[in-house]
Structure formats: structure tokens, C-alpha cells
């Protein structure tokens, strides 16, 4: 094992997948001179045939990872912020989440779509808001984000590997984590749909992911001694793991979900109503969510305590447990 | 004072710099914009200017690793203040600027939008699942949880075992039975029963002679009519023709006000297994709206009720809504025998039937031996005077005697 | 159009405060005294000033990303130490400190900055048809790179202006960069403003680094758009001397800009390009020069304790909340 930051997992993930398969490739813009680490010496080994930097134009950008896509390539679409997908919002949600489905499910279409995301930089909604609940909400695309090195390359290289479209931010928060990885060696695959607990506990699940993961982590050995937290990593959001929190829930009857993302309608609010459905005589408290209040994310110093936070996490975890 | 210069957040990809060489000398006078440091990041490396001028304190030496927002040199003002830095003079508070006064937003527990109505107790989901597996009544838990909800911990707590050994009587115990669960909450509801009411019971016997032939016409058609109607359904029938001549039989004090209802939905108290070979179990199970079925409806329904409440799938309605209960001890009790049940609250009325007797009677000038059932009847004297219950006693008498004003 | 010795003296000395500003901003950055990213202008400060110095208060601007604006605001008017204030995340800042550094004066028609390049072409289509409907002869300054000339949406604004004639002047500052994507690399045509032939729009190429130059081009432009006659491509061929934004690497393609380049730009360096001009012309003597850029200086000083001692903006979530959605008057 070695260890290495979340954003070198994900270079070694695009370094070997593109050296594995030759119908792998990557577009973006400025991603051979690699404006985030995780490009950086692509263009080197692989050329400038298969790391693709385009002009500001982001329809004809996402354009060659489609068509590419649909003819048999494995393309991965990088938008360099998360919001930026938006701006050719109707090819990414809803002409790919379609496309297999509505066509009788005759073709694949495997390409996968990545950005940086998530508040910590103080740089206010254009740059900071997330993507993942807004294209979960669209059937026919999978979504995941990883927390750690080890599932950053893991899950990447599954995202590459799946036959289907894969939204998989990553967050610019834990952009520098560090963790442990197998060796160079050993190709290891972190299968989509599959949720992690990452720590063990009786009193109360949290589920959280990426930044917020370590931040659950972060008050959860706080609290040990006191209340005994079991945090969970969904990993995927689409499809997400259910088995994993209900047998969760089983043991503790109470849940927090902690989402960076809008209270309205995101991902925290459809794994509420899916335990209601699916767990209600588990549960001895209500869900509560702990999630960005519905404005846009603010920049300057205000993020700090608008987003959620270890304070809102442990708040939230006192209150269900009250 | 001293200027603080702090390792500058530079990318975003940065969480820490390296100075990798110093271009001015500890100790020299620096001007503002000249070269002070060559400095590393992740990504790319910086000539600094210096963005101050000062005597220069070199605070992390060359060639070191620091986090963003540490404290990489001062400039002091004069050399005097220079020697003060040199000598390890606290620096000023650096760092970013303090979050923790603000208030983080209180998390939202999920609101009942709905206040529980009349009755409803604020229970978990899972608290509810344990209290119906343990046969705890929730109403008479105390709920520890927020606004008074009953949690899991709350139902574990009910049914630990508080006995204490009794004081014992005789030399030789049988059994030790610890006052818990359904035994416990039957003991708490008749005593409060007996506490809180004005009961009383009254009895009387009714000839049923001519109910048993008209109920013999039922049972010859047991085919056709789909089940073998039982005795108990034409009774509650005819009850319910009693309460329709005295409606506030047919009520519930709650809080302070009588509520008469206009339906009727029969209390049938059924005696289940206890939890030993020694103790038994009660519980009344509802049949709602006789008022609305003939005598078949309520004798299929009662049967049917009573299968559910047997094998588990009991509903809550099945359990709860009584407005009236009816008591049997009739086929087990002694033939004749007058009883003073206790009132099922919060209902106002209960009647008690029990085995039937044969006995002579004067009826038309002659001695004759007829079937008398044994009937008593506990209501609430807070609710219903003497008056009224003999009437509706009365009424009850009458109907058993003459069956065919079950029609009325 | 030959500029007035009034018009060349106000142009210079914007150039002096554009200058000043940039390099306080670029030092403030370096001392983890600012909030976000800056993007350095050194090398550009020639544009913003010559396109903006003419405009009127009620004239739409739209300002190029480059130096966050600061060259155009202030050539507009715009006192810089509330943006400068927003940008150290104050309660005194343009938009109470809520924008990181997404600058918005709207008594000035200066509406947004948004992250997304290319996001301007969708409103200034709106700002000129509003302004062809009130027919005071109001223009619109839309300046963004030549980066942005990618989008599809520049293209929509440029058909929809020249078709409705809107009085919208697109002001392309070419500096052939994209973060690290060479303008050569990436666009298949020399001059940005040969897109305007397609629409049948008239166009002009000035030389970026000279700011009696750009201004006279504005001039016109502005002038043709007063009138009614529809809008106007200007591309101006600047440079940009530092790396794209503060931390990011200052590479071409993927490789390192060279020292020849470097010094190759700077020998466009446009203060000095534009002092030699006011100097040789007799417009200015070189101690009006001098107290020119003291004046300056001192402005920039204010500025920046104006910033430092506002307080940071903290307000609560819920004041946050109610902030949302703006109030209703029926």
C-alpha cells in the first residue's frame, strides 16, 4: 500500500484505464496542461489525440464525448467545475439519460462526465455549488462522488468501465486527502451501487459523503465515548445502496443524512422518503437532513457556516438522539 | 508593530507552500516591492515581492514545508521592535478569521404538522412495533423522547421486570407471577375504572324462549345464510334497539364532555391466554357499526373480528373505538349468575350477560318453565341516572322478550 | 476621429489607476489578502480603459474577466473600493460580501460577473433591445475574450444584434489565450472579428496596447450605436503577461510560455507605450506624470484601508434566507 492524495488517485485511475483501453480517452478544456493535478503528464504519455483540450464551447465539448460514445469510445468529459455542465445542461441530462432507454435499449452509451465541485474555497455559487442531485434526479444516469483515494480510483475506473453514462464529481475540498492506495501493480475496481460503512457504531447511522464524510468521521471520534455513530459513505446516489443503510438501521433506529447540496428536493430528501417507505418501524426518531439552506451558495466567509459543517453535523446528531 | 506575512492559499490545489530560498537576509531592511522570497507550490513557483517594508524577522527558514496561513516572516517597524521579534516576542493573532460566533443554523427536526388528535399518542413507528408486540397499551406510557413521544428505550423500560417478592402467604409457592405487561395494564385500567367513575351494577333475567325459536329459524338456513348464527349476535342487536331508545347508553365522557354517538360500536370483551398455565389474558376487540348490519353481518363480522385478533392480524381499529362493551360469562359462569362488571372506559355503559337458567315463571295466569337469561348491566352515574338506565334496561327486557322489535 | 488633448489626458491617467490597481490587486493576492481567484491584467490594462473611458452613466458595460473588471469599472466611473471590499468578503462590499468576488453595480449598469465564460452574450442582447425601445441612445460595452468567442451563445447574440440593429458593441480583447489554450490551437480563424462578416456586421482590428488607439475605434463604435446604425466588432490584439489566474501555471498548450516570449510581450508594455506618446506629443509633462500616479496612489491606499477596516460580512442564515427572493410591492 501507498499512500496518496484523492486527486493522484484519480490521475493513476485515468493513467491506467487510458493504458488498459485504447477507446478510452479524455476532453475537457486545458486538461493537458493540466489546470487540476489529475491530468497532469496525460498528454505526454498518451498525446493530444486522447487528452482532447477544446475551445470555450461547451455544447460542442460534451458533443465529442456523445457521439464519441455512441460510435464505441470510452469517452470521460471533464468540465473543470461542476457548474459549467450546465451550460449544455439539456445533451448531458436528458438526451443521455434517454438515449439507451428510449431506443429500445439496442445501444450502450459509455462516457463518463467529471468536474470539480463543493464549497471549502470560499468562491460562491458559480464555482461551489454541487451537480449530483440535480442528475440524479434525471433516470438513465449513474452518479457517484468517492471520499477517499482509495475509492476515487477505484470508483473511476469503474465509471470508465460501466457501459452506461456516469456523473462523477469530485470534491475540490479533499482535493489534497490523503490515503492509502494498493500498489502500482494491482488493478482494483470499486464497484458502482455500492455503499462503504466507514466506521462502525449502535447509537445512530450518518450518511454522508466526500467532504462531508470526513466531517462526520471528524465528529463521530469526537463524540465516541458518548454516542456510539455509525458513519456510512453512499459512494452512489444512482443506484444507491439501500440494503446497506437498512441493516444500518436495524441496529440504530435513528438516521442523519448530510447532503452538500440544496435542501429542496436533492438526493437527502429521496433517501428520506425511501427509508420512510422501506424502514418506518425502524425508525425511533425522524430522518434529519443536514444540507445547504435553499440559497445560492454565498461566497466570502459566510460558506463556513451555511454549508454543512462538523457544528450542523453533531448538532443534528445530539438532536436525533435526544 | 510588526507586520505579519503568512504563506499565502495561492490555488486551490495548494494546502501548503515551501520557501525555497530567502532573498533578503534576516535582520535587513526591506523595501516594499522588493524580492523577498522565491516561494513553492503544488503547482508553480513565485519570485515574491515583498508586500511590506520592515526590518525583516525570518520566522520558517528555507527550504521548509508550510501550511497556507502560517506565519513566514515579520516586518518590524524599527530595530528595536526587530529585537523584540528576534528574542521571541509573541507575534499578533494571525489566521483566518474566527466562524465560531456565528450561530450554525438549528437543525429542523421533523415538525408534526398535525397535533395528535383526541387519543392519539406521539409514538415512534418502531416504539409502536415493540408496544404491539408486548401488548403495552401506549396511552398509559410515559414518552421520554422529544415532546413527550414514546421511544424505543420507553417500551424497553415498561417491560422490565419491577416485582418485587411478595410478601409470602403461604409456606409453598405454585408460581411467582411478576405484575408486567398485559396482566400489569389490566390491573391499572380496572383499578382506575373503579377510581374514576360512579359505577354501579344492576340485574334482572329476560325469557328467551321465543329469541332461542326465532334464532332456530336462523340456524336450520346455516347454509344459505353463510355461517350458524350465534345467540350473541341477535343480543347485540337487540341492544342496540335499547340504545336507540336511550342514546346516552351509547356515549363516552371525554375530558369534560359527554359525547353521544350515533353509531354503535360493540366492546366485545374476550378472554385470551396468559402468559402461564396459572393467568389469563383480556382484551375487548370492536366490531364497529352494528347498528348498521343485521343479525348475519354481525355474527359474520364478530367471527371474523375475533380470527384476526387470534392469529395476529388484529387492525387498530380492530382494538380501539368502543361507544358500548358487551361482557359474557354466559356457557361458563353458573347458571343464573348476577355479576358486577367492571366498566370498560371510557365508555358510559356495559352489559354482562351471563348463563342462562331454566326457571318457572308466571306468565298469562300460569306457571310455566321458561329459559331465563341473566343480564347486568354497570353504567356510569356520572352520565346516566337511575332513571334512564331502568329505562334502558327496560327497553333491552323488552326487545329480548319480544325479538320481532329488532325490526323497529 | 482624433482624440482631444482633454480625451487623451483622462485616458492616461485611467491607464495609471488601471495599472496601480492591478498590481495592488496582483500584491494582495499574493499575501492571501483577497477572497477567490484573481485573474492579473498585466499587459491588458490597455483595453478596459480605452473602451470605458467614454461611456455614460446610463451605458450598459459588461466587463471582461480579466483584472475582474477593475480596468473597465473604473474607467466607467465606478468607485473600485466597494468592489475591492467584496472581494475581502466585507459587509461593505458592492453585494454585502455575499459574491466572493462577482462584482455587480447596477446604478451604473454594470449588472454581474458570473464563473461561466461566456455568460454576458445572453444578456446584452436583452440590455440592447431594452435600450433600442427607450431610444435615448443608451449603448451596450460588451467586452470578453477571445476564449468566449467559443461559445454558441456568441454567436445567437451577434445574429440577434445585427439583425435588430441593437446598439451593442462587441468588444473582443484578443490575447490568443485560453488559461493554458492558444487562440491559434483552438480557433481556425486569425482575427476573431472575421465571425462579424458572417453576420454582416462591420468590424475593426486595433492594436491592444496602444489606448489612444483603442479609444478612437471605441469612439466610433460608440457613436454608430448612439445613432441607431446597430453594433459594432472590435477586436483589440493585446497580450497577457502573466499566467491566466494567481497559482495556476503560465503554460501554452502544455508546455511552459518561454523567456523570449515574455520578453517579446513586454516590449508591448502599454504604460510605457502611452507615456512615450503623451510625453512626445507635449500632452503631459513628465512632473504632471508624477503627480498624477501620487494621486493615484493615494487612491489605491484609501481603497484598501477602506477594505481592511470594513467588517466581514456575517449575517445570520436566516437573514440569508429572507434575502432570497426580492420583496413584493403589488
Not at chain 2, 110 to 137: D, F, I, N
Not at chain 2, 173 to 178: E, G, H, K, M
Not at chain 2, 344 to 362: D, E, I, K, M, Y
Not at chain 3, 51 to 77: E, V, W, Y
Request: charged share 20%.
Amino acid at each position: 500500500m501507498r499512500t496518496i492524495t484523492l486527486i493522484e488517485a484519480i490521475r493513476e485511475a485515468y493513467q491506467e484505464e487510458l493504458r488498459r483501453d485504447e477507446d478510452v480517452f479524455l476532453v475537457g478544456q486545458d486538461i493537458r496542461g493540466a489546470i487540476f493535478p489529475h491530468t497532469k503528464g496525460l498528454v505526454e504519455e498518451f498525446g493530444p489525440e486522447r487528452i482532447v483540450d477544446t475551445p470555450i464551447a461547451e455544447s460542442g465539448m460534451y458533443g465529442v464525448a456523445f457521439g464519441a460514445a455512441q460510435e464505441g469510445m470510452r469517452p470521460v468529459c471533464d468540465f473543470m467545475f461542476g457548474g459549467f455542465s450546465y451550460v449544455t445542461f439539456s445533451e448531458c441530462s436528458v438526451t443521455t439519460g434517454q438515449y439507451h432507454f428510449l431506443h429500445g435499449s439496442q445501444q450502450p452509451l459509455p462516457l463518463v462526465i467529471t468536474a470539480g465541485v463543493g464549497t471549502g474555497q470560499r468562491l460562491a455559487n458559480d464555482h461551489a455549488m454541487s451537480i449530483h442531485g440535480t442528475f440524479a434526479h434525471h433516470p438513465g444516469i449513474k452518479v457517484a462522488m468517492p471520499s477517499t483515494p482509495y475509492d476515487a480510483k477505484g470508483m473511476f475506473k469503474a465509471a470508465i468501465r460501466d457501459n452506461n453514462p456516469v456523473v462523477i464529481p469530485w470534491h475540490m475540498g479533499i482535493m489534497m486527502l490523503k490515503g492509502e492506495v494498493p500498489d502500482v501493480d494491482e488493478d482494483y475496481v470499486v464497484p458502482l451501487g455500492v455503499a462503504d460503512v466507514k466506521r462502525e457504531g449502535s447509537d445512530v447511522t450518518v450518511l454522508a459523503n466526500s467532504l462531508q464524510l470526513q466531517h462526520a468521521l471528524k465528529v463521530a471520534d469526537k463524540l465516541e465515548g458518548e454516542l456510539s455513530v455509525e458513519v456510512i459513505d453512499p459512494r452512489s446516489f444512482v443506484p444507491f445502496d439501500m440494503e446497506t443503510l437498512l441493516r444500518s438501521l436495524e441496529k440504530t433506529n435513528r438516521l442523519v443524512v448530510v447532503d452538500e447540496d440544496w435542501e429542496s428536493g436533492g438526493f437527502a430528501a429521496t433517501v428520506s422518503a425511501r427509508v420512510m417507505e422501506q424502514g418506518f418501524d425502524l425508525l425511533d426518531a425522524p430522518v434529519i437532513r443536514v444540507t445547504l439552506p435553499n440559497m445560492p451558495v454565498p461566497g466570502g466567509y459566510m460558506e463556513e457556516y451555511v454549508a454543512p459543517n462538523p457544528e450542523r453535523i453533531e448538532a443534528a446528531i445530539r438532536a436525533v438522539c435526544a | 508593530m510588526a507586520i505579519d506575512y503568512l504563506m499565502p492559499k495561492l490555488a486551490m490545489a495548494m494546502n501548503e507552500g515551501t520557501v525555497n530560498e530567502w532573498l533578503a537576509a534576516e535582520g535587513d531592511y526591506v523595501e516594499q516591492g522588493q524580492l523577498l522570497a522565491t516561494v513553492e507550490t503544488e503547482k508553480v513557483s513565485y519570485d515574491v515581492e515583498s508586500p511590506d517594508a520592515g526590518y525583516l524577522h525570518i520566522v520558517v527558514p528555507a527550504g521548509e514545508t508550510v501550511d497556507c496561513d502560517t506565519l513566514l516572516a515579520q516586518f518590524a517597524a524599527d530595530e528595536d521592535e526587530l529585537q523584540q521579534l528576534q528574542n521571541g516576542a509573541v507575534s499578533p493573532a494571525l489566521a483566518a478569521p474566527d466562524v465560531g460566533s456565528v450561530q450554525s443554523p438549528a437543525p429542523k427536526t421533523a415538525a408534526m404538522t398535525v397535533a395528535p388528535g383526541q387519543g392519539r399518542v406521539k409514538a415512534s413507528p418502531l416504539a409502536r412495533k415493540m408496544a404491539a408486540a408486548a401488548g403495552l397499551e401506549l396511552a398509559l406510557l410515559v414518552g421520554t423522547g422529544p415532546g413527550g413521544r414514546i421511544v424505543k428505550r420507553d417500551i424497553l423500560a415498561a417491560q422490565q421486570s419491577a416485582a418485587t417478592a411478595p410478601a409470602a402467604v403461604g409456606d409453598q409457592v405454585l408460581a411467582r407471577l411478576p405484575l408486567q405487561g398485559m396482566r400489569k395494564t389490566i390491573a391499572t385500567r380496572m383499578t382506575q375504572s373503579l377510581r374514576e367513575t360512579a359505577q354501579l351494577s344492576s340485574s334482572w333475567e329476560s325469557d328467551i324462549d321465543d329469541l332461542m325459536a326465532l334464532r332456530q329459524s336462523f340456524v336450520v338456513r346455516e347454509e344459505q345464510l353463510g355461517t350458524r348464527v350465534s345467540f350473541n349476535a341477535f343480543l347485540i342487536k337487540a341492544v342496540v334497539y335499547a340504545i336507540r331508545r336511550v342514546p346516552i347508553a351509547n356515549s363516552c365522557l371525554v375530558d369534560d364532555e359527554i359525547v353521544i354517538y350515533d353509531n354503535v360500536n360493540m366492546g366485545i370483551a374476550v378472554s385470551i391466554p396468559g402468559s402461564t398455565a396459572y393467568d389469563s389474558g383480556l382484551m375487548v376487540v370492536v366490531l364497529h357499526n352494528v347498528d348498521r348490519m343485521g343479525v348475519v353481518e354481525i355474527d359474520r363480522e364478530m367471527k371474523a373480528l375475533i380470527d384476526r385478533v387470534r392469529s395476529g392480524n388484529a387492525t387498530a381499529e380492530d382494538l380501539s373505538g368502543s361507544t358500548f362493551t358487551l361482557s359474557s360469562t354466559a356457557g361458563i359462569a353458573p347458571p343464573g349468575l348476577k355479576t358486577t362488571p367492571v366498566l370498560n372506559q371510557p365508555n358510559t355503559a356495559l352489559l354482562g350477560p351471563s348463563t342462562p337458567v331454566q326457571r318457572p315463571v308466571v306468565k298469562d295466569g300460569e306457571v310455566l318453565v321458561r329459559t331465563l337469561l341473566p343480564l347486568s348491566f354497570t353504567f356510569d352515574h356520572r352520565i346516566l341516572d337511575g332513571e334512564p338506565a331502568a329505562r334502558w334496561m327496560s327497553a333491552l327486557h323488552e326487545c329480548l322478550e319480544n325479538p320481532g322489535l329488532m325490526l323497529a | 476621429m482624433a482624440l482631444t488633448r482633454e480625451q487623451m489626458v483622462a485616458l492616461y491617467r485611467n491607464l495609471v489607476r488601471a495599472d496601480q490597481y492591478n498590481r495592488m490587486m496582483y500584491r494582495r493576492m499574493m499575501q492571501g489578502k483577497l477572497i477567490g481567484f484573481y485573474h492579473p491584467a498585466e499587459g491588458a490594462i490597455a483595453p478596459g480603459v480605452g473602451a470605458c473611458t467614454f461611456l455614460n452613466q446610463d451605458d450598459n458595460l459588461s466587463p471582461h474577466h480579466r483584472g475582474h473588471g477593475i480596468t473597465h469599472m473604473l474607467s466607467k466611473g465606478i468607485d473600485i473600493k466597494y468592489y475591492l471590499a467584496e472581494h475581502t468578503g466585507k459587509e461593505t462590499g458592492c453585494c454585502k460580501g455575499r459574491s466572493a468576488f462577482h462584482f455587480s453595480f447596477p446604478e451604473h449598469k454594470v449588472y454581474m460577473m458570473s464563473g461561466f465564460i461566456g455568460y454576458n452574450f445572453a444578456p446584452v442582447v436583452g440590455w440592447g433591445f431594452a435600450a433600442k425601445r427607450r431610444k435615448q441612445g443608451q449603448v451596450v460595452m460588451n467586452c470578453s475574450g477571445d476564449g468566449s468567442y467559443g461559445q454558441g451563445r456568441a454567436h445567437e447574440a451577434m445574429l440577434m444584434a445585427q439583425n435588430w440593429k441593437l446598439p451593442v458593441i462587441f468588444f473582443c480583447e484578443n490575447n490568443g489565450m485560453s488559461i493554458f489554450s492558444t487562440a491559434a490551437e483552438m480557433h481556425p480563424m486569425e482575427d476573431i472579428s472575421s465571425l462579424a462578416l458572417g453576420f454582416g456586421m462591420p468590424s475593426r482590428i486595433v492594436d491592444g496596447q496602444d489606448v489612444f488607439a483603442i479609444a478612437e475605434a471605441s469612439l466610433e463604435a460608440i457613436a454608430r450605436a448612439r445613432a441607431g446604425e446597430g453594433p459594432t466588432f472590435i477586436e483589440a490584439k493585446t497580450l497577457r503577461f502573466n499566467e491566466h489566474d494567481i497559482g495556476t501555471p503560465d503554460l501554452a498548450g502544455w508546455e511552459e510560455r518561454s523567456e523570449e516570449d515574455h520578453a517579446k510581450m513586454r516590449e508591448r508594455e502599454p504604460m510605457k507605450i502611452a507615456t512615450e506618446r503623451v510625453l512626445g506629443d507635449g500632452i503631459l509633462s513628465q512632473d504632471e506624470i508624477e503627480v498624477m500616479e501620487r494621486e493615484v496612489a493615494a487612491e489605491v491606499e484609501a481603497a484598501e484601508a477602506f477594505a481592511d477596516a470594513s467588517e466581514i460580512a456575517r449575517p445570520s442564515v436566516e437573514e440569508l434566507l429572507d434575502a432570497v427572493f426580492a420583496p413584493q410591492e403589488i
